[in-house]
Structures are given as C-alpha cells and as structure tokens.
C-alpha cells in the first residue's frame, strides 16, 4: 500500500537519554552531507551510521531522509559507541548526539516515527529508552504510525510477504508453537507452510528462558515481532534477540 509523501512534523520531545546511551565517545564533527534516511558524512570525509535503528521503507516512493536532515544538517555531533571499527561499508556505527545535547538523534527519530528500533541495542536501559520513543510516535500516531498498515496483520501473510527483505513489525496472536528439528515455529496460522511464522533457532533459547518468554509460554498470547522478512513457503521472520518480541496481553 502506497503511503504518498509524508510531511515533516514539528519534533516532538524525545526522552532524555543522559544515563540510558552513555557509551564511550568515539569521535567528534561538522555534518557535511545526508547520504540517507539513517547515515550521513562529516566534513573530514567519515561516514556514520546511525546505530540502533532500522528505517521505515512502507514504500520507495517515500524519502525519509528529510528527517535526518532537519536534525543534522550543519550541525557539530559526538558519536558514541562501544566499538568505532568501520562496518563493510566502511561507515562507522554510532548513537549520535548533537553538541551539547545529551537526547541521541535515534531517540529524536523514533520519536518522529521516522525509523524503527532494530531490537540490538545490547545496554538495556539505553533499548528501554529507545522502546519508549517509539511507543511514544506510535501512540501519537506520528509519522509512519499515522497508517494503519505500518503494522502488519498475521491474517493477511500475502501483505507480509509482499515485503520480502524489509524490516518490518507484525502484531497477532500465536495460535501454536512447534518445534521440528533445531527451530521453534511461533505459528499464526493453520497453514504451517503458507500462513506467516516466527522461528527461533535452539541456540537463542536459553536467552528466552532466561527472559521468562520460553517460546511454549507465548502460545495463544498477542505479541508484536519485528524482524527482516524472508520467505520460506509463507512469510517467515527469524527471531535472533529476545528484544524482537513484545508482549501485548489480552488473547
């Protein structure tokens, strides 16, 4: 479904995050150019990406850059992180704050409804905080939240799958959970192979144990998944943090 071009809307507060992001500085600069709607350059020839955050994509014709842009565009940033190693790309990964601000620009874009977060935060109060800036555009329904279909029905596995590689969140009810060798199936549908599914490798597990989410305990719960969508049969997201799952309540 076509969304059209999105206005920009006047920047909600974010929630500060003066103890929640607080990693390592790992560098220092001048915006000199918005290469996309999450990475930019600085005038000394670094490229960044912004870490934490995946993009909202509900249709190519919709440019989200703008948004970045708005913050950005000019201004003198710290980056932090834990790690300042160049990804493949060679951009360096980094929660990014503009000087004197200690309210990250990923916090500023959840808040917006401009981006999504990507559930790898590691720190927990800093995935918290940044969980809380999304819900906050959601309940507002603030950018990507003022549609309908930015949140994606289990029912309709075709609208799912006609977003195969896009980061995308679902909300439904799980009306099984299977496991069939070293996978778990968090399954929405009676039809294993064309209705949509979660899967959960048996090495992630322990970690939903530890959570108290043991995958057989979200059977015939509401949650919200966000992951990459893939294909297999039907339209399948796998599960690799514990942090892409939430629990919604009510059956």
Not at 22 to 32: C, D, H, K, L
Not at 112 to 124: F, H, N, P, Q
Not at 202 to 221: D, V, Y
Request: hydrophobic residues 45%.
């Amino acid at each position: 479904m076509a969304f059209g071009i999105l206005l920009l809307m006047a920047a909600p507060p974010a929630p500060a995050l003066a103890a929640g992001c607080a990693y390592e500085p790992q560098g220092e600069g001048r915006v000199a150019a918005i290469l996309d709607a999450r990475s930019f350059r600085l005038e000394d020839g670094r490229e960044v990406l912004l870490a934490g955050i995946e993009p909202v994509v509900p249709d190519k014709a919709v440019n989200r850059a703008p948004a970045l842009a708005a913050i950005l565009t000019g201004r003198e940033v710290e980056l932090r992180g834990a790690d300042d190693t160049p990804d493949r790309y060679g951009r360096q990964t980094a929660f990014v704050f503009v000087a004197s601000s200690e309210t990250s620009v990923q916090a500023e874009l959840l808040a917006r409804g401009e981006a999504l977060i990507s559930a790898t935060v590691a720190d927990k109060e800093c995935a918290s905080i940044l969980t809380a800036a999304e819900a906050t555009a959601r309940q507002a329904g603030r950018g990507i939240w003022a549609h309908a279909a930015a949140i994606k029905n289990p029912e309709s596995p075709g609208d799912i799958l006609a977003g195969i590689g896009r980061f995308t969140v679902v909300e439904g009810k799980v009306l099984s959970v299977r496991q069939s060798g070293a996978t778990t199936y968090l399954n929405f549908g009676r039809n294993w192979t064309r209705d949509f599914a979660v899967t959960i490798s048996r090495r992630t597990l322990a970690a939903f144990e530890a959570a108290g989410m043991a995958p057989k305990s979200l059977e015939n719960q509401r949650i919200r998944v966000r992951g990459w969508v893939e294909a297999r049969g039907g339209p399948r997201i796998e599960v690799l943090r514990v942090g892409q799952i939430e629990l919604l309540g009510g059956n």
